[in-house]
């Protein structure tokens, strides 16, 4: 039986941020398949992205997110996944970096599905692959919360999506604030991203 320190290492291990109130699974910014071209446009969310710089590119993170963008096309990536979250009452997926592919997507649902004791929150840019999924199988399980992001700073929420995010400067922000920039970059007790019922999350941009 793999243990959690053999299926963490197996999955090229996870994430401890700061801000976060869990652990986190992501890969290089730069392996974004939508975000890395709207990162090149001014006024999009992705332009000046945190996860393309400080320590996001320090040799040793980068050696890890190249590792762990390996590891997703293994077989056994999805029940490593599961066993090295280990029932830990949130997680979050991609602290940087984006779903690779449809099937990446199928897995990170299949790891939802056995880890009904956590909460999964998934920011995505991915547009189509979110859609897809939806069309075929309808819905995400209850534990998954998917958020589509809005590509432009100020921006409207993704159309077609219930659950979604923005980010906002100059305007307003659109349903309910995320307050960490109010408590030193921290989520502290809040969970409004983990929480179905709050339909978008907007992210004051700095």
């Not at 979250?85 to 970096?97: E, K």
């Not at 960490?180 to 970059?185: L, S, V």
Request: net charge positive; proline share 5%.
């Amino acid at each position: 039986m793999t243990t959690v320190k053999e299926a963490t290492l197996a999955v090229g291990g996870l994430s401890n941020t700061s801000k976060m109130p869990c652990k986190s699974w992501g890969i290089s910014a730069k392996e974004c398949k939508t975000g890395s071209k709207l990162a090149k446009i001014e006024g999009t969310i992705c332009n000046g992205c945190y996860a393309l710089k400080g320590a996001y590119v320090w040799p040793v993170v980068e050696r890890a997110h190249a590792r762990r963008l390996e590891l997703i096309n293994t077989s056994s990536w999805s029940d490593n996944m599961v066993t090295a979250i280990n029932n830990a009452p949130f997680f979050r997926w991609f602290d940087s970096g984006d779903l690779q592919n449809p099937e990446h997507l199928e897995d990170i649902v299949r790891v939802a599905l056995a880890t009904p004791n956590t909460k999964h929150w998934l920011p995505t840019h991915e547009k189509k692959f979110v859609s897809d999924y939806l069309r075929k199988h309808e819905s995400f399980p209850d534990n998954l919360i998917v958020r589509v992001s809005a590509a432009n700073v100020d921006g409207a929420p993704p159309k077609g999506f219930k659950l979604t995010s923005t980010s906002h400067k100059h305007g307003e922000p659109i349903g309910q604030e995320c307050i960490a920039y109010k408590q030193d970059n921290e989520c502290r007790d809040c969970r409004a991203c983990w929480d179905s019922e709050v339909q978008n999350i907007s992210y004051k941009n700095h």
